[in-house]
């Protein structure tokens, strides 16, 4: 399953009834703004991951179904669609909607041959046939591109401050930093705590990823720069580059705002756990706590001397064993690491796969008042 980019195709047959196609009004005066709205798509996207996450494939699938109704044209959609009919081993299905997200932008080659939500489906002659049609394709795309040549340059950065929701002693005032994962954006992530009712005694700040999605609606953005054929993974220098951009919204916060230097934590979710575990390992005192969600770290990345450095630094390890979007032991190697290298760390282990529940919010707020390092802390499901 994979966020991606978007061209329709007709529905092919899913178990049981599909919901009917909207009809066109007979009276034209009749119709309403509420009348076309339709069903929210960030709804939908959210009940077909939540299904797909709790292996309820067929639930899902008939999710992305109705978000392609409100999104015809969404290639990310597409795809986790195909990735549904792969994995309920309907083959034809597979392979028409994952030719569908191809056609629509979906161009990674790579990821679809590894994609293990199609091997049950591999081995069937639509999909073969199809694998056999977009790899030469696929060659050919990267040829008519040219080569690419990524160059470093200055931009503009997004970040969003929010004020406390909750009362803080008068003074300086604590500083909460987000980085946003995979494909979502300040916009999204700035109402991490809003969307859940949860109040929060600190500034939070919310910095987006620099380099944007091409046809999303709303854009995405990554903290890795991603090219055709290149794959997703946070390269060294990306790193570097996003790290730096993060450090000076972090500055510039605390020149416009009377933050709190000795309260100053760092949070990122998934791809921006990634980049949360990075950065809190190279400037561990910059930070009270870095608390990565969902995210991983890669020990190979840290030498000895970066890891002593870091022992004045303390991590909450955060993560589902529900996960199936950054495995479970993505945390427990983490976790393996800072304990090896006798770094201070806290880990809450929480129900509902890859997403930030209000129960885990409520609890890392509760942890900020008096961060320590602690064992292993399960939150309990929300009643």
């Known amino acids: 399953m994979r966020s991606a980019m978007f061209v329709w195709l007709s529905l092919a047959i899913l178990p ?14 009749s119709v309403t703004p509420e009348s076309l709205a339709g069903e929210e798509p960030a709804a939908l996207e959210a009940e077909a991951n939540t299904a797909y996450q709790e292996r309820r494939y067929e639930d899902a699938a008939r999710a992305f179904i109705r978000l392609l109704r409100q999104k015809p044209g969404d290639a990310s959609a597409l795809y986790n669609l195909a990735c549904c009919y792969g994995l309920l081993g309907h083959g034809d299905q597979a392979a028409a909607f994952l030719d569908a997200a191809w056609n629509a932008g979906f161009r990674d080659i790579e990821h679809i041959r590894n ?27 990267a040829k008519a591109a040219g080569k690419r040549l990524a160059v470093v340059a200055p931009v503009m950065a997004d970040v969003r401050v929010i004020e406390p929701t909750a009362p803080v002693e008068q003074g300086r005032l604590p500083l909460l ?23 929060h005694p600190f500034l939070w700040c919310v910095v987006q990823a620099p380099h944007a999605f091409p046809a999303e609606d709303p854009i995405g953005f990554s903290w890795g720069f991603a090219a055709p054929g290149a794959g997703w993974a946070l390269g060294a220098r990306s790193e570097k580059l996003a790290a730096d951009l993060v450090l000076e919204a972090i500055a510039a916060v605390k020149r416009e705002f009377p933050v709190d230097e000795r309260n100053v934590f760092l949070l990122g979710f998934s791809q921006g756990a990634g980049l949360a575990f990075s950065i809190g390992l190279d400037h561990p005192t910059l930070f009270r706590g870095v608390i990565p969600i969902g995210g991983w770290v890669d020990p190979a990345a840290h030498d000895r001397a970066k890891v002593e450095k870091a022992r004045k630094g303390l991590f909450l390890v955060c993560h589902s064993p529900e996960d199936r979007v950054v495995p479970y032991e993505s945390a427990t190697r983490a976790v393996d690491f800072l304990t090896g290298g006798r770094i201070p760390h ?35 499901a929300e009643k």
């Open 16 to 29: 049981g009834p599909l919901p009917a196609a909207p009809q066109e009004p007979t009276d034209i005066l």
């Open 177 to 199: 930093v987000g980085l946003h994962g995979f494909g979502s954006n300040a916009d999204s992530f700035a109402g991490l705590f809003a969307k859940r009712e949860v109040l």
């Open 115 to 141: 994609d293990p939500d199609f091997d049950p489906v591999r081995e069937s002659a639509p999909f073969v046939d199809l694998l056999a049609r977009l790899g030469p394709e696929s060659e050919n795309l």
């Open 346 to 380: 806290a880990r809450f282990d929480y129900p509902g796969g890859h997403t930030v529940p209000k129960d885990l919010l409520v609890r890392i707020v509760s942890w900020m008042a008096a961060p320590t390092a602690i064992e292993a802390v399960p939150v309990p």
